[in-house]
Nanobody, 123 residues
Framework: QVQLVESGGGLVQAGGSLRLSCTASGIILHINKVKWYRQAPGKQRELVADVTTGSSANYADSVKGRFTISQDNAKKTAYLQMNSLKPEDTAVYYC?????????????????WGQGTQVTVSS
């Protein structure tokens, strides 16, 4: 079955960089759209960046110019490159992918979530 597995989180000093990865398992026929969300303690989950295959990416104002979303369809992996990190970027980051996959019941298109990865930026 389809699963999304995230990696790349960790502890970094302000001004540093991290690259998050989100890899899909299973028979993935097409990555339609990828989104990255984050949720800081006591705050609502917010959309950080999204990209529809074949279209340009969109970013939250708070990360524009610092974060870059991308995807490698051959590797079934999406990335979030985060540069010039700030303490306010500290959160659990989640990937969300709209995928077309072949499963037991046939070919279907569904939305999946990763398990989340912690990013902590120290000042």
């Amino acid at each position: 079955q389809v699963q999304l597995v995230e990696s790349g989180g960790g502890l970094v000093q302000a001004g540093g960089s991290l690259r998050l990865s989100c890899t899909a398992s299973g028979i993935i026929l097409h990555i339609n759209k990828v989104k990255w969300y984050r949720q800081a303690p006591g705050k609502q989950r917010e959309l950080v960046a999204d990209v529809t295959t074949g279209s340009s990416a969109n970013y939250a104002d708070s990360v524009k110019g610092r974060f870059t979303i991308s995807q490698d369809n051959a590797k079934k992996t999406a990335y979030l490159q985060m540069n010039s990190l700030k303490p306010e970027d500290t959160a659990v980051y989640y990937c969300n992918a709209d995928l077309t996959a072949a499963q037991d019941m046939g070919i279907s298109r569904n939305e999946y979530w990763g398990q989340g990865t912690q990013v902590t930026v120290s000042s």
